[in-house]
């Protein structure tokens, strides 16, 4: 039996930066708020360290790059909650510097996961937004540092004033492509497969926030985000930020008011709202 109970999900956050934002969302969003992992042992853990706070967060499954596994999230929201409030995507994956595998590889798994997982969440939970949700993608400052040290004529194209879904998928697919083929340096992209599935996530963000303000539901706001330098898996704890203070802007922009016209579509860090280049 559905409900009209507000529900916020967070995209892998049974650790780091994830688990900060559902800890952040416990304490300040009116509604259950949903842990997600691909391994329910490590998400039933997270969940009984918050628990041990007092918080009381809900716990289920997800793997962004499983289509089965997004349907199975839809059908658990639809069910019990009857539509979605606030969505994070923050599950995202990143190689250390001293990875041995090959580039090649590297380009298509991260793509895999940090942009189509990423999208392909988006495509089956959308249709559950209710007016006023808010969207949030953790992105980072690496896709503009990126997308900086790309060539001109790719930087031409990630600001198209036109840029759609279709021409971003056609960017990300020939990024993957060439590292295969191994002439994406010759193609003008910068060795970051990290960096350019992050140029991905924060340029999708302009094409749905321009698509959901022509949708019949009102104020439903996406932005993306850079958390900072934080000290979790991914940076090896070298990190400068704790993740709690890696989860402010990310929380900043799931809480923000009814009706804001600004940030809304657009790149932030540290609550300030950034260029892409």
């Known amino acids: 039996m559905s409900s009209s109970k507000s529900v916020a999900v967070v995209t892998g956050s049974n650790k780091g930066i994830g688990y900060a934002i559902v ?5 300040q969003f009116q509604g259950d708020v949903i842990l997600t992992a691909r391994n329910e042992a490590n998400g039933q853990e997270a969940l009984k360290k918050l628990n041990a706070e007092g918080l009381k967060p809900v ?3 997800l793997d962004i790059t499983d289509d089965t596994s997004i349907q199975r999230m839809r059908d658990f929201l639809q069910k019990n909650y009857g539509g979605l409030d606030v969505l994070v995507n923050n599950a995202a994956i990143a190689y250390k510097m001293a990875a041995t595998e090959p580039f090649s590889e590297q380009a298509e798994v991260s793509m895999a996961t ?15 937004l209710r007016p006023h949700a808010r969207v949030v993608h953790v992105s980072s400052r690496a896709g503009s ?8 004529e790719l930087q031409t194209r990630f600001l198209d004033p036109e840029l759609s879904m279709a021409k971003i998928k056609q960017l990300m697919n020939e990024f993957v492509e060439s590292a295969k083929a ?6 003008g992209w910068h060795e970051s497969a990290y ?24 104020d439903i706001v996406v932005n993306a985000c850079c958390p900072g330098y934080v000290a979790t898996d ?22 923000l008011p009814p009706n804001t016209t600004s940030p809304k579509g657009q790149f ?9 280049l």
Do not use: Y
């Not at 540092?145 to 001109?152: D, E, L, N, Q």
């Not at 191994?182 to 193609?187: E, F, M, R, Y």
């Open 23 to 27: 800890r952040g969302l416990c304490k």
């Open 59 to 61: 716990f289920h499954q």
């Open 114 to 128: 940090n942009f189509w997982g990423t999208l392909n969440a988006c495509n089956v939970l959308f249709p559950l």
């Open 145 to 152: 540092m990126t997308a900086a040290k790309c060539s001109k």
């Open 182 to 187: 191994g002439t994406h340096k010759a193609k």
């Open 195 to 218: 960096g350019t599935s992050k140029i991905g996530v924060t340029l999708m963000t302009f094409v749905q926030q321009r698509e959901l303000s022509a949708d019949s539901r009102p």
């Open 234 to 255: 991914m940076t090896s704890h070298k990190g400068t930020k704790t993740i709690d203070e890696g989860a402010d802007t990310p929380l900043f922009l799931a809480m």
């Open 268 to 276: 932030v860090a540290e609550r300030k709202v950034q260029n892409m």
